[in-house]
C-alpha cells in the first residue's frame, strides 16, 4: 500500500511556526519529486512549493516567498514543509504529494490525506 502521510499541522498564533512533514511507506522518495499543497474552505486548492528528486525548488505561491521552504531528507524518506511567519491567511488544510517526474502544478501520482493549519490569535 502506497501512501503519504503529512503531520505537524496545528494551532498557532500569527508570526509563529510550524513545520510540516510528508512521511511515505510502501515506496521511496528517492526518485519523486514532491509538491506541497493547501486548500482553504470553499477555495480551490494551490500549489505552494516542489522539491525535485535533486534538491532544487519551485515556488508556486508569491505569498509564501521568504517565508516558507521544502526541504528533503531521504534518510528519512521524509520531505518536509518549513513555515514562518505565519499569517491568518495560510489557514488551511496542507497536503503533499508525490510524482515520479518533474515537478508540476498538479499533476501527482500519489497525495496525503492533509494536515490542518490555523493560524490565529
Known amino acids: 500500500q502506497l501512501q503519504l502521510v503529512e503531520s505537524g499541522g496545528g494551532l498557532v498564533q500569527p508570526g509563529g511556526s510550524l513545520r510540516l512533514s510528508c512521511a511515505a511507506s510502501?515506496?521511496?522518495?528517492?526518485?519523486?519529486?514532491i509538491g506541497w499543497f493547501r486548500q482553504a474552505p470553499q477555495k480551490e486548492r494551490e500549489g505552494i512549493l516542489c522539491?525535485?528528486?535533486?534538491?532544487?525548488?519551485?515556488n508556486y505561491a508569491d505569498s509564501v516567498k521568504g517565508r516558507f521552504a521544502i526541504s528533503r531528507d531521504n534518510a528519512k524518506n521524509t520531505v518536509y514543509l518549513q513555515m514562518n511567519r505565519l499569517k491568518p491567511e495560510d489557514t488551511a488544510m496542507y497536503y503533499c504529494?508525490?510524482?515520479?517526474?518533474?515537478?508540476?502544478?498538479?499533476?501527482?501520482?500519489?497525495w496525503g490525506q492533509g494536515t490542518q493549519v490555523t493560524v490565529s490569535s
Open positions: 510502501g515506496f521511496t522518495l528517492d526518485y519523486y519529486a
Open positions: 522539491i525535485s528528486r535533486t534538491g532544487g525548488s519551485t
Open positions: 504529494a508525490a510524482v515520479l517526474g518533474a515537478c508540476s502544478r498538479y499533476s501527482y501520482d500519489y
